[in-house]
């Protein structure tokens, strides 16, 4: 992904007075967030759902999941994501979905840099040690990365939906 996104601010699903965030700004709340829901595709057709921490890290979204766990077998059979983060009321906040495919991050360099950005963002609670393909050798943790198609932004007071082109 390179360059700036196209912006589209949709009229039909906002309010009069809402305005279509700046990139940059929304760019930082994807930063920012504490916590994210990252959605997969089960079995080819039944979407999963969960909780995770993560970075936004090089222009896309990283995160590290065991190689058992539901996301990570999903992910094997289908790479196409949705990571949403923002808040759970109506009338307060700024909700953000990033619509993607994964890759795997692979690498010491590239999963250096991953694991350094966790520690600075969450402290040491998540330190990790990594070698050429995992985080946590002796109990080894896969790290993807989601490469952005486009990212939803929904506002609120006053409501306003914009959508993030990057193709």
């Known amino acids: ?10 009229t039909r699903y906002s309010e009069a007075q809402a305005e ?8 930082q709340l994807l930063a920012d967030a504490e916590l994210y ?37 999903n992910l094997a059979d289908n790479p196409d994501v949705a990571v949403t983060t923002g808040s759970n009321t109506w009338a307060d906040g700024h909700d953000v979905v990033v619509e993607g495919t994964v890759t795997r991050i692979q690498g010491g360099d590239n999963l250096r840099a991953v ?13 990790f040690e990594v070698d050429e393909e ?7 943790a896969l790290v993807f990365w989601v490469r952005p198609r486009t990212v939803r932004s929904f506002t609120k007071s006053p409501h306003g939906q914009t959508a993030y082109r990057f193709e």
């Open 134 to 140: 995992h985080f946590n050798p002796d109990n080894p």
């Open 1 to 10: 992904m390179t360059g700036e996104p196209t912006t589209e601010f949709d």
């Open 37 to 73: 829901w990252l959605t997969t595709i089960r079995d080819g057709s039944s979407p999963h759902v969960t909780p995770l921490v993560g970075i936004w890290h090089e222009d896309g979204f990283a995160f590290c999941t065991g190689p058992r766990e539901q996301k990570a077998r």
């Open 20 to 27: 279509a965030p700046q990139w940059p700004a929304v760019r």
């Open 115 to 127: 694991a350094e950005a966790y520690r600075v963002k969450y402290g040491s609670d998540w330190d």
